[in-house]
């Protein structure tokens, strides 16, 4: 249990340290006093929601929002702290009794002699006070974290615009507080809702379209200038397939063909000689043979 609490404190100091330099960097950008106040317990977290400035609660604008989550996480160790009490109470004066369960069966339940506990901290180990700190642990908890994230969300959208809300998640439902705090302190300080605007309008300036890199002016492909768009390309272009100076069906026209005669017979005996180009006779009839 020792070696446990030993390397909980060890990990604890370290992430307060990197969290704390975080912070520290954090107010020299901003001009912001006291900046060694980031590297304590509780007033850690005042101190981030002041570097943080205004933050949303829930939809609502609020000012202080670092100092309530500096109270509430103030009062959730102190519960933490009298729950672990108890059961370090209860390791040192253990007590077993044998009593019956459900089924009849005796079974032994290790407990603690409470006639060896001081009687303000008796009520601790009854049923109902077991159950008022688990209740109370459980509200402090979610209130705490309700305004982590009121308060993380607003620094990160300062510090990591890119991605506030995976970086608040990291700092809040997870340890790595003090590890994300430090991991951005080297960011310049932005607008975040200037930042939003910017992105939106590049989003709404389409890529592929008149000012696109395909069918640009200079676009490779769609471009007056390029291999398929242009005036010389072999679809769209003067000499293409979609051109003007070539039918491609000019074969098939009255005025086609590159013979020097046709001649055709008819049932009198007769001939019909046409020229120039191969004609059929009659006008271009097809069927002119058979009359």
Same mark, same amino acid.
């Given at each position: 249990m020792w070696i446990s609490l030993a390397l909980a404190a060890l990990v604890y100091i370290a992430l307060l340290v990197l969290g704390g330099i975080g912070l520290s960097r954090m107010a020299k950008k901003e001009h912001k006093k006291y900046a060694f106040l980031g590297f304590f317990p509780i007033v850690h977290t005042w101190y981030a929601g002041y570097i943080a400035g205004e933050a949303k609660f829930f939809g609502q604008k609020m000012k202080r929002a670092g100092l309530y989550a500096a109270l509430l996480e103030g009062l959730y160790i102190a519960v933490l702290a009298m729950e672990t009490f108890t059961e370090f109470l209860m390791y040192l004066h253990p007590t077993e009794q044998t009593v019956l369960n459900a089924y009849g069966q005796e079974v032994r339940r290790i407990g603690v002699n409470v006639g060896e506990i001081p009687p303000a901290l008796r009520w601790l180990f009854e049923p109902q006070g077991q159950i008022w700190m688990y209740v109370i642990d459980a509200v402090l908890f979610l209130a705490l974290i309700a305004f982590l994230v009121t308060i993380y969300l607003a620094l990160f959208r300062k510090y990591y615009a890119r991605g506030p809300m995976l970086m608040t998640?990291?700092?809040?439902?997870?340890?790595?507080?003090?590890?994300?705090?430090?991991?951005?302190?080297?960011?310049?300080?932005?607008?975040?809702?200037?930042?939003?605007?910017?992105?939106?309008?590049?989003?709404?300036?389409?890529?592929? &379209? *008149?000012? /696109? %890199? $395909? #069918? +640009? =002016?200079? @676009?490779?492909? !769609?471009?007056?200038?390029?291999?398929?768009? &242009? *005036?010389? /390309? %072999? $679809? #769209? +272009? =003067?000499? @293409?397939?979609? !051109?003007?100076?070539?039918?491609?069906?000019?074969?098939?026209?009255?005025?086609?063909?590159?013979?020097?005669?046709?001649? !055709?017979?008819?049932?009198?005996?007769?001939?019909?000689?046409g020229s120039g180009g191969g004609n059929p006779p009659d006008n271009g009839n097809p069927f002119s043979d058979f009359d």
């Open positions: 998640l990291l700092s809040t439902l997870l340890p790595f507080r003090g590890v994300t705090t430090f991991a951005v302190s080297n960011n310049d300080p932005v607008d975040y809702n200037a930042y939003l605007r910017k992105r939106m309008e590049a989003m709404r300036r389409p890529p592929y &379209g *008149p000012a /696109g %890199p $395909y #069918n +640009g =002016q200079n @676009g490779p492909y !769609g471009g007056p200038n390029g291999p398929y768009g &242009g *005036p010389n /390309g %072999p $679809y #769209n +272009g =003067q000499g @293409g397939y979609g !051109g003007q100076n070539e039918d491609p069906f000019s074969d098939f026209g009255p005025n086609s063909g590159s013979g020097t005669s046709g001649t !055709g017979s008819g049932t009198n005996g007769g001939s019909n000689t």
